[in-house]
């Protein structure tokens, strides 16, 4: 059963010209999208849909369902508003109507479920909405096991070799100073090295924390977003990785949304605002205008470079067969087990590299600092 976007704009446009009291506007509505208050974690939203698709696929209905989902919960949070939920089902409401009314879910959401109640496919939808938040966690969890053990050695290394040259070094420098005689040219670099550091390690200190206020305050503004995503995509490895993992919610939504009916230049306009990446935003702005002048979508992505060749190629063929749902789950797929190898390799390199590194930096001021020992004792002997 196709979907009437044309109602859904009709709808929003009563419930904000309500809420608002004027007129309603689509593209700033999406801007709200996927900003979650009082605490709804990914977590929490994956297991109210898993938990709410299991019991209703068994046949339970649905107010049944929210209470048993109600009792079950421990979090305070997870409780008012399944509560809410469940009171407006029973005032007559719809599940997306009554999801939307918590204003604690995202438009794609909503979007989502009511394509699913007007084609009769809630219980997909809800599996794959539980699907997508589990496989967002999944991601974030592997990506922060990958590399939390090389920054926390980065980290201790550095502060090994800060303390040295802070400590350590000044010890020697004074013996030196009692024995006169020319260093050698490693020792005097390493010397004014911890001279600077001592000088002006605090200043240093102090200028990293004063950059890192404004970038945490400002990391949702447009330049701060556009300078970040930009800087990512400039670091080898690093920048595949972190396009292939936003490509990958792309397909998985972009699936989603074109198995439930929804319209090709609706998917993108509600998936615009979900992926959270400023030049995948950027693309499917462009994108929306191109549909709207009659321009084929994978046409359209050519112009971009984060849409690779390959996957350009393949969404090709999806809109000549008309499957389009089909290419973008096999694109899921695919994107997700390239994460998952890339994740495991940059992983890999990076424990060695580090090692590497810091142990070197460590060899080379022992070395120094042994040095004019060894030119004492031989001008001794």
């Known amino acids: 059963m196709s979907f009437d976007l044309n109602k859904l704009k009709s709808e929003s446009n009563k419930s904000s010209t309500d809420a608002k009291g004027s007129e309603f506007n689509l593209l700033e509505f999406l801007n709200r999208d996927f900003k979650f208050k009082k605490g709804l974690s990914d977590k929490k939203k994956e297991r109210f849909y898993s938990e709410l698709s299991i019991l209703l696929v068994s046949g339970i209905d649905i107010k049944t369902a929210l209470e048993i989902a109600v009792n079950s919960s421990e979090n305070k949070v997870e409780k008012e508003f399944i509560e809410k939920i469940k009171n407006q089902i029973i005032s007559g409401g719809s599940l997306s109507e009554s999801i939307r009314s918590t204003n604690l879910f995202s438009n794609y959401e909503y979007f989502s479920l009511k394509i699913g109640e007007e084609s009769g496919r809630v219980f997909s939808v809800l599996a794959d909405l539980a699907k997508y938040y589990a496989r967002k966690i999944e991601q974030k969890r592997k990506i922060i096991n990958t590399f939390s053990y090389p920054v926390i050695v980065f980290f201790v290394a550095v502060s090994s070799v800060v303390f040295m040259l802070n400590f350590i070094v000044p010890m020697f420098s004074d013996v030196f100073t009692r024995f006169g005689g020319e260093l050698p040219w490693l020792t005097k670099m390493i010397l004014r090295l911890s001279d600077v550091i001592s000088a002006y390690g605090l200043y240093a200190v102090f200028i990293l924390i004063s950059c890192l206020i404004p970038l945490i305050a400002f990391k949702n503004h447009m330049l701060m977003r556009k300078f970040i995503s930009g800087l990512l995509l400039k670091i080898p490895f690093v920048n595949t990785l972190i396009s292939k993992i936003y490509l990958a919610r792309f397909s998985h939504s972009m699936q989603l949304l074109m198995v439930s009916r929804n319209p090709l230049l609706n998917s993108i306009q509600l998936v615009r605002k979900m992926v959270g990446f ?23 992505m050519l112009k ?43 992983g890999n390199l990076m424990e060695p590299v580090l090692i590497v590194f810091i142990g070197g930096f460590v060899a080379v001021i022992l070395i120094s600092m042994y040095l004019p020992l060894f030119q004492l004792s031989t001008s001794i002997f």
């Not at 995948?280 to 084929?296: N, P, Q, R, T, W």
């Not at 969404?315 to 997700?336: A, H, P, R, S």
Request: no cysteine; glycine share 4%; proline share 3%.
């Open 304 to 346: 971009y470079p984060i849409f690779n060749k390959k996957m350009v190629a393949l969404v090709q063929v999806g809109e000549e067969v008309n499957q389009l749902d089909t290419i973008f789950k096999q694109l899921d797929e695919q994107f997700t087990k390239d994460i998952e190898y890339q994740t495991d390799v940059i």
């Open 278 to 300: 400023y030049p995948l935003e950027v693309a499917l702005e462009a994108i929306e205008k191109d549909i709207l002048i009659g321009e084929s979508l994978h046409h359209s």
